[in-house]
């Protein structure tokens, strides 16, 4: 971010309210979790494996200051575990104000050569994960008339991309649900979103042969990568009271790149 042009927020913006961040481990939920918890946000850190990761997540947040943090191991695509995940945030902080559906991985190829496994478990952690939290998190904010969901979805499913015809449906997917659920409950001034990053640099995109890197940062006018940062100062807005007019929007934050 460039010097001088960081948002102006004031540190007791979200005191009060609880969030839930999926996939907060690492990469662009961990930046959600840390902005989130820097405006006095209580922050459950949902992770599937990486323990250690996760807890030095806790680490950060609590050497920071803001609000406290807890680590919650949970496969958001499995039902039984997002219930107990859900239960648990409500049961220790009475309500969950604002959840952020991060979670997500890709299993890119092409579609002539893609397995059956590949495709599902995209799809199931990408959509499914996104429409499980937000079921069972949207009956603590029905009940208190309040509440944010940030879907973090991607510039693929807006435009297609070739080799992520998996990743690009979930996604696409995750805009169309984003869409239907905030007309569904804009009425109990809950509003939904959804953010479409382009090429943050994270473990994700890391993996990525040299060439496509450079090709795609040959195509980004502002000339760089995104970083996780980036993406959190926006969800930190949508989350905000500042953003209580804003719902059923995607918001596209790829560097000018693609849109
Ligand atoms: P990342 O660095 O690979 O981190 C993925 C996170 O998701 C980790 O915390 C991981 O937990 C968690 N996760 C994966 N599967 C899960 C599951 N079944 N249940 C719970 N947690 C799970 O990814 P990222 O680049 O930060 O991406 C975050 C989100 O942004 C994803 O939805 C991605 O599609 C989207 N996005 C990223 C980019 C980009 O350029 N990076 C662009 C557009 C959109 P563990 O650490 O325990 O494995």
Redesign the pocket.
Known sequence: MLPGFETVWQVSELEGRVSLV????????KAIALKLASLGSKVAV?????EA?ANSVIEAIASQGGGEAIAIK????DTEAVKAMVEQVTDRWGSIDILVN????TRDTLVLRMGDKDWDEVID??LR?AYLCTKFALRSMIRQRRGRIIN?S??AGVMGNPGQSNYAASKGGLIAFTKSVAREIGSRNITVNAVA????A????DKLPSERKESVLAIIPLQRFGE?EDVAELVAFLASEKAGYITGQVICIDGGAFT
């Open positions: 999926t996939g907060a481990s690492r990469g662009i939920g949902n992770y599937r494996e990486r990761e949970a496969d958001v695509a991060n979670a997500g991985i952690t990408n994960g973090i991607s510039i990053p382009g090429f943050i994270t473990d994700m995109t996780p």
